[in-house]
């Protein structure tokens, strides 16, 4: 049996930002469900649910060593769908208003990756694997192998670093090595921790992970180009014989219309029109929008910045809505695109619904009601949203980069092959385009249909990702 220790910064059900804990909710237990010993570690943070904390049992305490520092640390526990999960506990780091976005936020996860690593004797795991996840866990390598590894009970750790997203890198000056990290300067000097005169906690996951792996094999191969790789990519090309992409998987205990408690009516790929029509006319009640049943209905569910696209959403949304459609967006972000939206909802009440606020159930809604989904991201890793829209039916029209690339293929109404539209170029003129070629499809029902049924269709559970950590957990343990 193979031990696995997932590190991350967040996790559904317990607490979440982004796609990163909706990755840690679902593949640990994919794993385990092959019969691993697979754990995951977090933050206690003080926004976890209560009824989800008085769940939790304290199973140890003690003290963690970070530069100069002796710090309180306590560790709960709690069993989710058959992983167990550990909450690394101290209130003056975690018991804050947000989850990131602090002053002391390289100190406040520094912290986070020796207590996890002081826990382990402690609560009687020792891993063959370490996974670590984004910058948050940067320095979880470079603390085993310089410092921790001079115990017997961490040798032959190995470690896997993933990168969710290469934007995110947690840099800080080069001061923090006595005052935080407390290892030696040479190890800045020589460039394992350092990238532009800076520590990188993104850079050190790199230099001591076994594997690198990123949540896209397009995405693994974009991050080594100066446009995707964030300043990196000189570094990334130089450890590509460790280097792998392996995408994401879509939870389908939380998102099926098969079984979804959010939604109006249940269906499945063989009667996805009736079943859609009956959320569709649910949805326009629910938004204010007229029930007209032969009008198509565009949604964008997203984060409303500029790298998941709005710039080119917001150039063509007149002229989108001078067709015969109605549009529907949910989220929030940026004051610009959120004006936007408001402003054009207000000129064309009957046709656009503005939502700029997050919520689960409407999103939810939204999904199995769109007959078109809009995703035309600058950069993708992986990618969440088409995922849903492809298993929702809702018939996504994405750039082809990162996992948009690799999970959505064009559509052939001859061949009666591909799963939605793409378009190559960040361009609003192709996004109109390939939206336009959707809204043709769109006329013709029997064309359609079958275009919609290959999408929900389209095989992107976690079983055949969670096989490809498999082999590559194989693979590290021969090295």
């Given amino acids: 049996m193979v031990n696995v220790l997932f590190v991350a910064s967040e996790a559904v059900p317990f607490i979440k930002t982004g796609g990163l ?11 385990a469900a092959r019969g691993m010993d697979v754990r995951l570690v977090i933050p206690k943070y003080s926004l976890i649910d209560k009824d989800k904390e008085q769940s939790m049992q304290l199973v140890t305490t003690g003290i963690v060593n970070l530069s ?3 710090l309180y640390y306590g560790v709960d526990e709690v069993d989710a769908g058959g992983v167990k999960v550990y909450f690394i506990d101290n209130e003056w780091y975690f018991k804050r208003d947000r989850l990131y976005g602090y002053d002391d936020d390289d100190e406040r996860f520094a912290y986070f990756c020796r207590a996890v690593l002081t826990m382990l004797p402690k609560i009687g795991f020792k891993p063959d694997i370490i996974h670590c996840n984004d910058w948050h866990t940067g320095l979880m390598g470079v603390f085993l192998r ?4 001079h115990d017997d009970f961490y040798k032959d750790i ?5 990168i969710h997203n290469l934007k995110y890198q947690g840099i800080y000056p080069p001061t923090i090595m006595r005052d935080i990290i407390g290892l030696p300067q040479e190890l800045f000097d020589n460039g394992s921790l350092e990238c532009d ?6 850079k050190s996951g790199m230099v001591y992970a076994d594997y690198i792996t990123t949540v896209s094999q397009t995405y693994a191969r974009e991050i080594t180009y100066p446009y995707y790789g964030e300043r990196l990519d000189g570094y990334i090309r130089s450890c590509m014989d460790k280097l792998i992409g392996i995408s994401n998987g879509l939870d389908e205990d939380v998102y099926n219309p098969a079984t979804d408690t959010y939604i109006k009516q249940h269906y499945t790929s063989a009667h996805a029109r009736g079943g859609k029509r009956v959320n569709k006319d649910a949805l326009r009640r629910e938004l204010g929008l007229p029930v007209k049943r032969s009008i198509p209905l565009i949604a964008i569910v997203s984060r409303l910045v500029e790298d998941k696209g709005m710039d080119l959403v917001t150039c063509i949304m007149e002229e989108l809505v001078e067709d015969d459609v109605q549009l529907v967006i949910v989220g929030t972000g940026e004051a610009r695109y959120k004006d936007a939206f408001q402003e054009l909802a207000q000129r064309h009440p ?8 997050f919520d689960e159930g409407l ?28 298993k929702y039916g809702a018939v996504p029209v994405v750039r082809e980069t990162g996992g948009l690339k690799d999970t959505v293929t064009p559509f052939d109404k001859y061949a009666n092959t591909g799963n939605g539209l793409t378009f190559v170029n960040f361009n609003a003129h192709e996004l109109l385009f390939a939206t336009k070629r959707a809204l043709g499809f769109y006329e013709d029902s029997a064309v359609w249909d079958s275009l919609v049924k290959n999408a929900m269709d389209s095989d992107n559970s976690w079983k055949r990702s969670a096989q490809a950590y498999v082999e590559l957990y194989k693979k590290v343990l021969q090295k």
């Fill in 21 to 31: 804990a909706d990755v840690m909710g679902a593949l640990p237990k994919a794993l």
């Fill in 68 to 70: 100069w520092r002796q």
């Fill in 146 to 149: 310089e410092d921790f590894c």
């Fill in 158 to 162: 190995k470690v896997i670093y993933t």
């Fill in 197 to 202: 005169g800076c520590v990188n906690y993104m």
């Fill in 350 to 357: 009957t046709k656009v619904s503005a939502n700029i606020l």
């Fill in 363 to 390: 999103a939810h809604r939204v999904y199995a009601a769109a007959d078109i989904f809009l995703m035309p991201s600058r950069y993708e890793p992986c990618g969440l949203s088409q995922l849903i829209a492809l």
